[in-house]
């Protein structure tokens, strides 16, 4: 699967991904991420991308422009054209569901928004899904385009090592996972659950479906609600 983000700071969203479970992906070819900079586009010898809002008010708003110069240039290297996102704080809020549905696609363009936004007419023609992380606001689209990357890859084929572990974790089923231990036996006078080291795979799984329920109960009971739905 192949991410373009567009952003005024590639190296931001290049580092943070080059590491770890993503970097190891990129290295082998399950994903590639193309940073792509959006003042590269500017058509001024200033590298300027942004102005003043019409209207008035406070901040910068970023041009229609370059953001769609920088979109045609993504365009010539795709077979079709690719879904577009926007992240915004006005957007549908980002789950585990949207994760599974993005990593389907072969392409996706990540748009990255700064200062008090991008205007309007830019959106209107490229953009076909508008994402938030949260109920929050951020200073920029670089770490929810990271957040999404990374929730993404993990549905992409072969990116981890083992893919259960994508099936069995947390928000598959509406569940959250279980309480996961490892050595030692004993920390701090506590002690792992005594199933979990019987070698019983029917109880620990019993053991394991129990858990989750009760977590979920305790800590998301919104989410048990949906299974009801
Ligand atoms: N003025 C905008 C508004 O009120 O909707 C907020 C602009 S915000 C300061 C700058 C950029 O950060 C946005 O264009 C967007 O790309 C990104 N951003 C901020 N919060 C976000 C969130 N919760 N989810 C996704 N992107 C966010």
């Given at each position: ?145 990271m ?12 990116v ?10 947390s ?59």
């Amino acid at each position: 699967m192949n991410f373009y983000i567009l952003t005024l700071f590639p190296e931001m969203v290049e580092n943070g991904l080059n590491t770890s479970i993503t970097g190891r992906a990129i290295a082998n070819g399950h994903i590639s991420v193309k940073a792509i900079n959006i003042r590269d586009f500017s058509g001024n010898k200033h590298g300027k991308v942004d102005d003043y809002p019409y209207g008035g008010g406070a901040g910068m708003v970023m041009q229609a422009a370059p953001i769609y110069d920088a979109y045609q240039h993504i365009l010539a290297s795709t077979d079709k054209k690719p879904r577009v996102v926007y992240l915004t704080p006005q957007g549908k809020v980002f789950n585990q569901d949207m994760a599974k549905d993005f990593a389907t696609e072969e392409d996706l363009v990540l748009l990255c928004g700064h200062y008090e936004g991008i205007d309007e007419r830019v959106l209107e023609l490229i953009v076909t899904d508008y994402v938030s992380i949260g109920d929050y606001v951020l200073t920029g689209g670089e770490l929810p385009a990271m957040v999404m990357v990374d929730a993404i890859s993990r549905m992409v084929p072969g990116v981890l090592s083992n893919e259960d572990s994508a099936a069995t974790e947390s928000f598959s089923d509406n569940l959250l996972e279980y309480p996961q231990y490892t050595r030692p036996d004993e920390f701090m006078g506590m002690k792992v659950p005594e199933v979990l080291l019987s070698g019983h795979h029917a109880n620990i799984e019993k053991w394991r479906k129990e858990q989750s329920h009760a977590r979920t109960l305790e800590r998301r009971p919104d989410l048990l609600k949906k299974n009801k739905d």
